[in-house]
């Protein structure tokens, strides 16, 4: 089994920051790659970022230039830093990795809240 488990997230201002942490834990094998998606009330959800194993990185363009997504391979780690953050930023935030011949694991999900 594996487990992800994200933390970081929580209530900022808009024009503010957080970072995101997702440990995945468990028989991990092979990661091909780690991702955030994030899902806003009455939405559904969608893609924010991707690291893949070569260290190459993808974002949405509605992200782009303010989130940056990074990992520590050593501790299983992939971080989200989020700035410049906006109302419309407001989401559960979902990390996922994608494993060798075994597919995707999804965490839990952390809150995001961007207001004033």
């Known amino acids: 089994q594996v487990q992800l488990v994200e933390s970081g997230g929580g209530l900022v201002q808009p024009g503010g920051s957080l970072r995101l942490s997702c440990a995945a834990s468990?028989?991990?094998?092979?990661?091909?790659?780690m991702a955030w998606h994030r899902q806003a009330p009455g939405k559904e959800r969608e893609w924010v970022a991707t690291?893949?194993?070569?260290?190459?990185?993808n974002y949405a363009d509605s992200v782009k230039g303010r989130f940056t997504i990074s990992r520590d391979n050593a501790k299983n780690t992939v971080y989200l830093q989020m700035n410049s953050l906006k109302p419309e930023d407001t989401a559960v935030y979902y990390c996922?990795?994608?494993?060798?011949?075994?597919?995707?694991?999804w965490g839990q999900g952390t809150q995001v809240t961007v207001s004033s």
């Open positions: 996922a990795i994608t494993l060798l011949n075994r597919g995707a694991y």
């Open positions: 690291i893949f194993v070569s260290g190459a990185t």
């Open positions: 468990g028989t991990i094998g092979s990661i091909l790659a």
